[in-house]
Every structure is written in C-alpha cells, then in structure tokens.
C-alpha cells in the first residue's frame, strides 16, 4: 500500500463536508458499475440514486452508534466503510459492518484490508466492541476476502438475494471475534 494513504473517521454529520459526501457517492458509483456488492444490486448506477443513499448513511452518524471511515491517497477518497451498533444493552457488545468499498482503480493493492484492519482496531479499542458481524453477497468472491482478515462464516441465507428470474445468491454472515 503507498505511505500516502490516511484514514479519516468520522462521527458525525457536521464532520463530513460536501466535497466528501460527492467523494463518497462517486466511489459507490464507480464500484457499483464495476459489479461490486455494496448496496446496490442492479447496476448501472448514477449519483442521483446513490447521493440519497449517502445522506441516509451520514446523517445516522453518531459517536456511539455509527462511525464512517474512509481511506485517502494523494488527496483521493479512494475507499470507505461504515460500522454500526445497536445501543440495546442486550446486544451492544457487537457491531456491524456495511458497505466496504474501494475504487476500482486501487483495487488489489491493500486499501480494503487495510479499511478492514482499521475498523478492526477503532471498534475494540474506541468502540468497545466484542465483534463484528457482516452480511456478504455469496459468489462474489468475498468470502474468501474476509476469511483473509480472520472472519469466520457462520452461516447463510440461502438463495436470499434475487437478482433475476432464476439468479438467486446466497447472503453469507460473517463473524469477527476476538477484535
């Protein structure tokens, strides 16, 4: 990975400026449109479907609850990632992780796991989480990504997602513990 890449936390919607949420609508566009899972099953995709998307996931942003974290190179936002949980005292000791994403242009160079890596750390050690949990698109390969990282998978939703008549994908859940 370049030495010129940082990572930005942030958790609150006051923090994140325009230029960051146009940043972040572009990556999800660009990663969406390259066949990536991240929340949007039919691509193509443009920034009028995704901007609102971004403002849902920036205005939930809180301390407790639900950081943002991105990763920059040279200025660049070139990857993100969102971690939540749920303030039930039940299950406050986990989290979830959404949308991981790197451009597709940095794809294979360690920004993802380095994203992975990081929010690893900020949610044991700022977060105060146990674990993590995550829900992946089966037949994208991103099993064996996460597995890479230390996830476990712990089950599955067969044939959860329809993309088509006939074009059923599993929904893979995956654990991470001990952070």
């Known amino acids: 990975m370049p030495t010129l890449s940082f ?17 972040l609508v572009e990556c999800w566009v660009e990663v969406t449109n390259a066949g990536g899972a991240a929340g949007f099953p039919f691509p193509p995709i443009n920034e009028t479907q995704a901007a609102p998307a971004v403002d ?3 205005n939930a942003l809180s301390l407790s609850t639900n950081r943002l974290l991105t990763v920059e190179v040279g200025g660049e936002l070139i990857g993100w990632l969102n971690v939540r949980r749920d303030p039930f005292e039940l299950i406050a ?26 929010v690893r750390r900020i949610a044991r050690d700022e977060m105060e989480l146990d674990q993590l949990h995550l ?45």
């Open 93 to 118: 000791h986990w989290g979830t992780i959404h949308h991981v994403q790197t451009r597709p242009t940095h794809r294979g160079r360690g920004f993802g796991a380095a994203l992975m890596n990081e």
């Open 7 to 23: 990572f930005q936390q942030y958790t609150a919607p006051s923090q994140v400026t325009e230029q960051v949420k146009r940043e």
């Open 135 to 179: 829900a992946a698109r089966g037949g994208a390969g991103l099993e064996a990504f996460y597995g890479r990282l230390g996830w476990k998978e712990i089950g599955r939703w067969p044939g959860a997602l329809r993309f088509a008549s006939g074009e059923d994908r599993d929904e893979v859940l995956m654990h991470l513990a001990p952070l």
């Open 56 to 58: 849902k996931v920036v």
